[in-house]
């Protein structure tokens, strides 16, 4: 069966950088793209970017251009995102998502993370 | 705000049909691209509802259906069940093939 699962949760100083990881199993791999999207505490969905694990094109949301890297192992089956110069308002569940002609299929479990002097 | 127009809040008794809007202009759902609908019980991930504007992944009761009409798209719940209480968003995606969500719909069972 299909599985994504996501790194632990992290408390995060603002001005740094957080690393969440996303392990997919039970699939082919390089056949589908990975997204990733959040969601701050008590809203809406906000999508990130994603990746195609195929050919590693990466594609982000205007928003967060610059500060957000979306990256695959294919070896590990791993795609992870790294968010830099943290701020309080990016604290937020970090879900990653199985993405098949422009939906997400399968989600991860979610990874929190806290941004906090 | 959010790309796609939801309405905040959506109510009905246990039995009923209620109906979630999502408008989208001629960037997203008006340019032709498919509208994808989520339910997200509370405390967990998303769960993929309806594909490709009508299409129900397998083990998605057929009480859920979901249509498509120029740059709006809706999703219907028929027999209305408290299991049925969450959040819901619609998806699609934009000119630059980015994703786009709505702001998303609460479902209250009265």
């Known amino acids: 069966q299909v599985q994504l699962v996501q790194s632990g949760a992290e408390v995060k100083k603002p001005g740094t950088s957080v690393k969440v990881s996303c392990k997919a199993s039970?699939?082919?791999?390089?056949?589908?793209?990975i997204s990733w999207v959040r969601q701050a505490p008590g809203q809406g969905l906000e999508w990130m970017g994603g990746i195609s694990a195929y050919t590693a094109n990466t594609k982000y949301a205007q928003k967060l251009q610059g500060r957000v890297t979306v990256t695959t192992d294919t070896s590990t089956s791993t795609a992870y995102m790294e968010l830099r110069s943290l701020r309080s308002d990016d604290t937020a569940i970090y879900f990653c998502a199985r993405e098949a002609r422009g939906y997400c299929d399968y989600w991860g479990q979610g990874t929190l993370v806290t941004v906090s002097s | 705000q959010s790309v796609l127009t939801q309405p905040p809040s959506v109510s009905g008794a246990p039995g009923q049909r209620v109906t979630i809007s999502c408008t989208g202009s001629?960037?997203?759902?008006?340019?032709?691209?498919?509208v994808h609908w989520y339910q997200q019980l509370p405390g967990t991930a998303p769960k993929l509802l309806i594909y490709g504007n009508t299409n129900r992944p397998s083990g998605v009761p057929d009480r859920f259906s979901g249509s498509k009409s120029g740059a709006s798209a809706s999703l219907a719940i028929t027999g209305l069940q408290a299991g049925d209480e969450a959040d819901y968003y619609c998806q699609s995606n934009d000119n630059s093939l980015n994703v786009v969500f709505g702001g998303g719909t609460k479902v209250t069972v009265l």
């Open positions: 001629s960037s997203n759902i008006g340019a032709g691209y498919d």
């Open positions: 039970g699939y082919i791999f390089n056949n589908y793209g």
